[in-house]
């Protein structure tokens, strides 16, 4: 599947580096979001931005910094991170219509590795 | 706030066999969308089958479909002639007026 796609697929990153993921959806969503998945826990939602608006933020730490500039284009810009923050992170979108009548779908995520 | 519950962490079935992996969920909303997900090795996240909370019909696609017992809230996912391609985790997971809600999911084996 292409709808959503996701860089890099596999990012290796010191604690003191900056670095951005990337994610771009080519279904003509309206929603995207980032989830995080770590080993043995379930799906967690990070962040969810509605026509470009950020709508939703789970207590994640300052060091994760989204953004989106379009309702194409979505990033998670990464700063200071822990050993910790290694994990999965997917992007999805989804067409919002009315709360609890939407599909997410999920592009191949990016396997971090904070070192 | 929504919970979905998966009790199965792991299940097994043959080849060409039929295997039923079970989801419960706890809302007091009247409005939702159910799902499940498939995530193999790959690790994406694949749509399997979407359920509208209103509709009475099971879904189908394919060899997949659910058995949505509305009032005991249950939405339970029958895979039919098991290929090894479905192994893989299966997550259940529920969106009503929050964002998805998913539950821990359910790891499929496929024996040759």
């Known amino acids: 599947e292409t709808g959503v796609t996701q860089t890099p697929r596999h990012l290796v990153m010191g604690m003191t580096n900056k670095k951005s993921l990337k994610c771009e959806q080519h279904l003509g969503h309206n929603a995207m979001y980032w989830y995080k998945q770590s080993a043995k826990k379930p799906l967690e939602l990070m962040f969810v931005y509605n026509f470009k608006e950020q709508t939703e933020n789970n207590s994640v730490p300052s060091r994760f910094s989204p953004e989106c500039p379009n309702s194409s284009h979505l990033f998670l810009h990464l700063h200071t991170l822990q050993p910790e923050d290694s994990a999965l992170y997917l992007c999805?979108?989804?067409?919002?219509?009315?709360?609890?009548?939407?599909?997410?779908?999920f592009g191949p995520g990016t396997r971090l590795l904070v070192l | 706030a929504q919970t979905v519950t998966q009790s199965q962490p792991e299940m097994s079935v043959q080849e060409a066999e039929t295997v039923t992996l079970s989801c419960t969920y706890d809302?007091?909303?009247?409005?939702?969308?159910l799902f499940w997900y498939k995530q193999p090795p790959s690790r994406q996240m694949i749509l399997v089958i979407r359920q509208e909370a209103y509709k009475q019909q099971n879904a189908t696609e394919n060899r997949f479909s659910v058995n949505f017992q509305k009032a005991a809230k249950s939405f339970s996912l029958k895979i039919s002639d098991s290929q090894l391609g479905d192994a893989a985790m299966y997550f259940c997971a529920y969106s009503g007026n929050t964002p998805l809600v998913f539950g821990k999911g359910t790891r499929l084996s496929v024996i040759a």
């Open positions: 809302t007091s909303e009247s409005d939702y969308y």
């Open positions: 999805a979108s989804s067409q919002v219509r009315r709360r609890g009548q939407e599909t997410q779908y």
